[in-house]
């Protein structure tokens, strides 16, 4: 067997709900049609650039916390940002990054709204050299199949397209 691609699933999973849908990333990610991939799962409260280095994609799991994604991954990506390959504008501020090639996806659960949460990862993201690879999978309120679901093709759809 060649090198396996690596797939580095961060999350913040604070509440049942959360977990119920970060397991769910996790069994799509480790779907038995799905070859060639290792999963990596990192509580995003425990940063590794070099975690990060190694891998070929991601897949990033919050809440939505006062309109924002959780403190925990905003404290990821604030650890890991320079050394992946983050670029910033003359003022400080994220910049967009051209021809990202590692795949990403994102899984944001919010009680009322996540738009705010959203918005913030992507503002990050797009300043890294990765690209997103799947449909933002935005959740409210409580999970039913139906989410859980979504969760699963998330982690597979990134994992699939990690598969060599």
Do not use: C
Request: charged content about 20%.
């Amino acid at each position: 067997m060649g090198v396996m691609a690596r797939l580095l699933i961060v999350h913040h999973a604070p509440t049942p709900t959360v977990t119920a849908l970060l397991d769910a990333v996790l069994e799509g990610a480790h779907d038995d049609l799905i070859e060639g991939v290792g999963v990596e799962s990192r509580a995003a409260l425990e940063p590794d650039s070099s975690a990060v280095l190694a891998a070929d994609g991601f897949v990033f799991v919050t809440p939505a916390n006062f309109g924002y994604m959780s403190g925990a991954l905003k404290h990821f990506f604030d650890s890991i940002f320079l050394e992946a390959g983050g670029a910033l504008t003359d003022d400080g501020s994220a910049g967009p990054v051209e021809g990202g090639k590692k795949p990403y996806g994102l899984l944001v659960h919010g009680r009322y709204d996540t738009t705010g949460a959203v918005r913030s990862v992507q503002s990050i993201l797009q300043a890294l050299p990765w690209v997103q690879a799947a449909a933002t999978v935005e959740i409210l309120g409580d999970v039913g199949e139906e989410d859980l679901a979504r969760a699963r093709e998330l982690g597979a759809t990134i994992a699939a397209q990690m598969s060599i």
